[in-house]
């Protein structure tokens, strides 16, 4: 058992926290009972499970840590006083992981794939709101996302949190404006933006089965740029004091636009 603070391993566990080691290592760290049992559920490929036997009371998680440590997964017990120190909770469960990230590209998401609805965000900063949205799109259907130029980190803490586990079913994917543009040219995938300045409302238009949705940041929005790649905009009409919506919330009121589209097609198919 460990149970210095400043043991090397707990110092490599701690440091997952910052985007720089994440990278660097290509490893990032979830904590908890449901993050880590959708980790193991998914075939997530995990480096380590770290547990303190004097916080891991649930029968579940304890299962969880033989299982992992059968199938040669390294189990690294620490005390509760270092699992506290690394931990991201008030009140932590005593289990936590390190795992390998999963990136693709666009040739190996087959992009192409009949009837396949895809997310592609641009500048989202906020780590919050790129979780909700990963996990939105997973509600929705959606293949995974498109993350362009300076989009925050998927596998930062607080995405992981908010994304309740979607980021592991979801397909991530980093890619430039132009390398999309290149790519939407010779496929056949309609680019819808979601833009504040469209005259049409996200309810009128019709949204077919191979479909992007293009979000922009939470500041800025789609620029012009982004517009003259969309083969059309909408936008969520609104009546109150507010002049915009949270990029996770827009997000979800237009996938569910999609989402019911799709879903009357198939009742008549």
């Avoid at 979830?30 to 380590?48: D, F, K, M, S």
């Avoid at 592991?168 to 390398?179: D, N, P």
């Amino acid at each position: 058992m460990i149970t210095s603070k400043a043991n090397p391993s707990i110092k490599e566990i701690k440091k997952l926290k910052d985007r720089k080691h994440r990278q660097s290592t290509g490893l990032f760290y979830i904590e908890g009972l449901r993050l880590v049992g959708e980790a193991v559920q998914i075939g997530a490929r995990i480096e380590e499970i770290i547990y303190s036997p004097e916080l891991l009371s649930s029968e579940f998680g304890q299962n969880l840590v033989q299982e992992q440590a059968k199938s040669g997964i390294a189990a690294v017990e620490v005390s509760a006083d270092v699992f506290r120190y690394f931990s991201l909770k008030d009140n932590p469960q005593g289990i936590a992981a390190a795992v390998h990230q999963r990136w693709h590209t666009l040739a190996d998401v087959n992009i192409l794939r009949e009837g396949s609805l895809w997310l592609a965000l641009d500048s989202i900063q906020n780590p919050g709101n790129l979780g909700t949205i990963l996990r939105t799109g997973d509600a929705f259907g959606a293949e995974g996302v498109l993350l362009l130029d300076q989009s925050t980190d998927p596998y930062d803490p607080t995405a992981m949190r908010s994304s309740m586990g979607a980021v592991f079913s979801q397909k991530l994917v980093k890619v430039t404006l132009e390398e999309l543009g290149t790519h939407l040219q010779v496929s056949p995938f309609t680019l819808v933006g979601a833009s504040g300045d469209s005259p049409v409302d996200y309810y009128q238009v019709y949204y077919p089965d191979n479909l992007v949705l293009l979000m922009g940041s939470e500041r800025e929005g789609l620029t012009g740029k982004h517009l003259q790649m969309c083969d059309y905009c909408v936008r969520i009409p609104m009546e109150g004091r507010s002049d915009s919506l949270n990029v996770s919330i827009a997000a979800a009121v237009i996938l569910s636009e999609v989402f019911k589209q799709k879903t009357i097609r198939r009742r008549k198919s």
